[in-house]
């Protein structure tokens, strides 16, 4: 029989929400050799190159984590692994060590210690806490280094050595956080760490509760122990009695069936009060985040954007590789129907810059479909992947910056090229719908002319907005310009709603501002019955909808179109749009 | 060699964070110049607070945009102004696609 302890509280910084119940799992920091042993200078260009070789470990090490994350629903695990990556490869820290190790001819462990030292003293004086805490991934990739120095490697991940367990941990790096997944590890809480830190976002992404910055909890919680970790209280009670138990097992319970009924709600058809459906896309940036909106309702997706394949890179994209990512969003969709954009940049932003004429206006300038139908080449490898990934499910193509019935002839033009020649190899690709986005305003303009051989809209208010006002939000001489509710944007989401309504072609609003609740009424009101966002924001737009009817929307729209200025437009808009009461029986949202 | 400078104002909301940092170091990494950024504040224009400054209108420290350590303790956030300088063949280029990573807010917004 073990003694039982007396229940203690340790506070911490709330890292993730949620309520962890179980055993602890500890791990300490591991001792490397204090070493501070010189080496001769012969040997030097040894130590450089065992030194190496631990930051080319390092590397493999990430990049084989780097891979196993790739199927998670959120970007966010990914995109911190290759911070680390290039953080491996930064001068700062390698080569600095590397010439420290020839000029003081001391061990490479000490000479990674002493850069470490000037790169911390460097982040100390840095003010914001955000840049300041960056250290920690310089300190967390270090520490790598190190472990592959003194060839103390772990064997097992730590989430197959926790299973089961909250982890008490000193110092969770983002990479092994990376590997913990919900419902395998309870949650965990470190010594170290801040609110920013990687680990927190990683955590977070995968919605398992942690505590961090709870600088005593390895020294004060023994390996077994019972724990409640709270997220959201960023507190962790050891050995805890039974009252105290009791209440938490109470907490989680509230805490899961709250969560369980959000997402439940979000899995129902969005309808307005008087029962108009209103479809409900997700706009999508990378292939791994069509689960999520799935997880968040979505309809569809309104928009994915294909630029992360061409992005980043000095070669061009695959047929077989663009096939594999569409493939991916499709099958995910599981029917629902999957709108891919095709390729909306310039060739300024691919592959040699050196190759293209820099151009005096980008934004007017050789880009998006322009630039696809100038490199038939590299539009057709597109088509044949995006045709090839229809096989998985419904596809919708969509095409950017549209500006008449040329160039949607010429795409679909290419379209047929592109199935052709499929066939020719004994492929058969189904039927695809073809879209256009309106977001030149000369193609809202004619959009009855498109409305006639274009199967969709897709309004793209972010562009159409700076186009029609002629600003560019990033110049913020002008920016104060960029304004949704402008009378002018008004009358042009009408004209292309109304012309979408007598060909009986459907119209879905991808801009920023269909995520915004306060435009919902006036949106309804002008005719718009689908609309694409983040995904994320998709469970919040579908309880504002119910509390919305279409009779009262129309009214507003009608009204919002007899204003003089943006300022009056908005301010009547947002006021009406308060008087609606979406349902709080879910807080926080 | 040729050189190329340019003075931009970081209007992303995040700032020069990590993400934004990564995708910036990984462009600069496919030219051949040398290049570097600078924070170029106004605070620091005007009292001179980093120890070193020279008297010149354009004081700052560099670091090398191609560091993601140097670009991160830039504590570059929203409403920094930087100056981006290229030194080689490539240089013209290279600002032109550092530079359009910043005015596009690293496609973040």
Known sequence: ?589 | MPHVERTLKITNKLGLHARAAAKLVQMAARFKSELKIARIDSRQGAGGEAPGNKSSGAQATDVNAKSIMGVLMLAAGMGTTVRLQAEGDDAEEAIAALAGLIEGKFGEE
């Not at chain 1, 001068?91 to 000490?110: C, K, Q, W, Y």
């Not at chain 1, 472990?147 to 990479?175: F, K, M, Y």
């Not at chain 1, 680990?199 to 020294?219: F, K, Y």
């Not at chain 1, 038939?376 to 992947?385: I, K, V």
């Open chain 1, 1 to 589: 029989m073990t003694r039982r302890k007396s229940q203690r509280v340790i506070t911490g910084i709330p890292g993730s929400p949620g309520i962890a119940i179980g055993t602890a799992y500890v791990e300490r920091p591991i001792d490397i050799d204090p070493l501070t042993r010189s080496i001769a200078p012969e040997d030097a260009e040894a130590e450089v190159g065992r030194f190496q070789a631990a930051v080319d470990a390092s590397k493999r090490q990430l990049e084989v984590i780097r891979d196993r994350v790739a199927d998670l629903h959120v970007p966010e695990p990914r995109l911190i692994l290759d911070t680390h990556l290039l953080i491996l490869e930064d001068e700062m820290l390698i080569g600095e060590t590397a010439s420290t190790i020839r000029r003081e001819t001391i061990a490479a462990e000490v000479a990674l210690r002493a850069t470490m030292d000037k790169v911390r003293a460097a982040f100390e004086s840095i003010t914001d806490d955000y840049f300041r805490e960056r250290v920690n991934d310089v300190d967390q990739v270090a520490e790598r280094i190190l472990r592959n120095l003194s060839g103390h490697v772990d064997g097992a991940s730590l989430a197959e050595r926790a299973q089961g367990h909250v982890i008490v941990h000193h110092d969770l790096t983002p990479a092994d956080t990376a590997l913990l997944r919900r419902g395998m590890v309870m949650g965990f809480v470190t010594d170290t760490g801040g609110k920013t830190s990687h680990t927190v976002i990683m955590a977070r992404s995968l919605e398992i509760p942690a505590v961090v910055g709870a600088t005593s909890a390895t020294a004060d919680i023994d390996e077994g122990a019972m724990v409640i970790l709270d997220g959201a209280a960023g507190v962790v009670i050891v050995d805890p009695d039974e009252s105290t138990l009791e209440d938490y097992r109470r907490r989680k319970a509230v805490f899961e069936e709250r969560e369980r009924r959000l997402r439940a709600g979000a899995q129902k058809p969005a309808f307005t009060r008087d029962g108009v459906r209103v479809h409900l896309h997700a706009n999508l940036e990378l292939p791994q985040e069509a689960e999520l909106a799935v997880a968040c309702g979505a309809d569809g997706i309104g928009m994915f954007r294909t630029e992360f394949l061409f992005m980043n890179r000095r070669d061009l994209p695959t047929e077989d590789e663009q096939y594999a990512a569409y493939r991916t969003v499709v099958e995910a969709m599981g029917g629902r129907p999957a709108t891919i954009r095709t390729l909306d940049i310039g060739g300024d932003k691919l592959l040699s810059p050196a190759d293209r004429p820099s151009e005096a206006n980008p934004a007017l300038g050789l880009r998006a479909i322009r630039y696809c139908l100038k490199e038939p080449a590299l539009f057709r490898t597109q088509l044949r992947a995006i045709l090839r990934a229809a096989q998985h499910g419904p596809v919708r193509i969509l095409v950017p910056l549209v500006s008449g019935v040329e160039e949607l002839r010429l795409t679909k033009a290419e379209i047929e090229t592109a199935r052709q020649s499929l066939a020719a190899e004994g492929f058969t690709a189904p039927a695809v719908e073809v879209g256009v986005m309106i977001e030149v305003p000369g193609a809202a303009l004619v959009a009855d002319l498109l409305a006639r051989e274009a199967d969709f809209f897709s309004l793209g208010t972010n562009d159409l907005i700076q186009y029609s006002l002629a600003i560019d939000r990033g110049n913020e001489e002008v920016a104060y310009l960029y304004e949704p509710m402008h009378p002018a944007m008004l009358r042009l989401l009408k004209m292309v709603l109304d012309a979408a309504a007598v060909a009986g072609r459907r119209v879905n609003l991808c801009g920023e501002m269909g995520g915004e609740a306060q435009y919902l009424p006036v949106l309804l009101g002008l005719g718009l019955r689908e609309i694409s966002m983040h995904a994320a924001q998709i469970p919040r737009m579908k309880r504002w909808l119910s509390a919305i009817d279409i009779d009262t929307s129309k009214k507003i729209a009608a009204k919002a179109l007899t204003l003089a200025t943006a300022k009056e437009v908005r301010d009547y808009v947002s006021s009406a749009a308060a008087s609606f009461e979406p349902p709080t029986t879910l807080d926080g949202i």
